[in-house]
């Protein structure tokens, strides 16, 4: 399960789950109350040829955990730590951390522990990866990887889905589980042009920063010229990140700089189209819940950012609509709006 040149700074415990049994292309990720998003999320993934998901539950009181150890395929760890705290000095140091948060070891230990030398999958539960039809993830991978032997990640472009209108999203708030099924649109543009040795360029910067400008709360759209410039209907100014590797084949130096960030050899052919479902049923109190607890980065400032907006729309019967907005059909989608790259 772990290296013997860092099990002493292990601090995870295997509460569910079998790691020695459990093997197959495998899936990591970071939980807590995400029983809205698993029941959908795990077999989307499975249905993508997932054959192990191992997460690490950051003090779940929601069910979570208890589903998760039902699971065949699923192995669940826990931490004496929380999401937001900080790493030592000497687990820093072993590890390599520039940014001392907790939230980055654990997604490190995970590749490093559970996907060694093999690709993998790391996603949040509430990002749903595209693929090809009739293409498994092993076989994506696979592919992918001759077009650049070298490389250790591909990236993906972080789509935010939402429904057609405020209305719409006020009515999820009744439904107790996700579905992946309903009408989802996402802004068909293309986000991203991939480079060498760099992160990708940003052409576009997403649905949420083009909704937080139109209604004149983007907290970086700073000057009156931004300001005028989205009137205008020039492209929103940046504000969160779209771009993140998910696909990630583990070396001893894959270390997570930030959550949109690898320390490996990013793939300079492929883009993976990874649809965020931010604007969800739960989202109302998500946000109160990331307020409260005071875990993210920055103070979880973004969670904030979105409850102005969401009060907005509300008091303006908003639509989350625009002349770019694309349903959501099927995979080439993604290809004919630019982004999903390399699978020609």
Known sequence: MMKDSRSSFDDLTVVSGDPDRLQGFTLTGLVRNEMYFLPAFLTHYRKLGVARFVFIDDRSDDGTSAFLAEQADVIVLNSPYKFGDRVGNDVAAAYKLEHRRMDLLWRTQLIQF????????????????????????????????????????????????????????????????????????????????LREDKSPKVTYGGSRA???????????????????????????????????????????????????????????????????????????????????????????????????????????????????????SGFDDFVRTENALGFD
């Not at 559970?114 to 690709?119: D, E, G, R, V």
């Not at 209108?165 to 986000?191: E, K, T, V």
């Open 210 to 328: 083009r909704l937080l400008g139109a209604h004149g709360l983007n907290p970086k759209a700073g000057s009156k010229l931004q300001r005028l410039g989205h009137g205008l209907g020039l492209k929103p100014v940046r504000y969160n990140a779209v771009y993140k590797p998910i696909l990630i084949r583990g070396t001893e130096e894959a270390v997570f700089e930030t959550s949109h960030q690898v320390r490996l050899k990013t793939n300079r052919h492929a883009l993976l189209p990874l649809c965020h479902f931010k604007f969800n049923g739960q989202v109302y109190r998500r946000i109160a819940q990331a307020i409260a607890d005071g875990q993210h980065p920055g103070g979880a400032s973004e969670y904030a950012d979105l409850a102005r907006l969401l009060t907005k729309m509300d008091e303006e019967e908003s639509t989350f609509l625009c002349k770019s907005s694309t349903r959501l």
């Open 114 to 193: 559970f996907a060694l030398n093999q690709w993998s999958l790391h996603v949040d539960v509430d990002e749903f990866l595209h693929l090809p039809d009739g293409m498994s993830i092993a076989e994506v991978s696979d592919a992918l990887a001759r077009k650049d032997a070298e490389a250790h990640a591909v990236w993906s472009v972080m789509l935010d889905m939402y429904p057609a209108s405020i209305c719409d999203l006020r009515d999820m708030d009744a439904q107790d589980s996700f579905d992946l099924g309903a009408a989802w649109y996402f802004d068909g543009l293309q986000h991203l042009s």
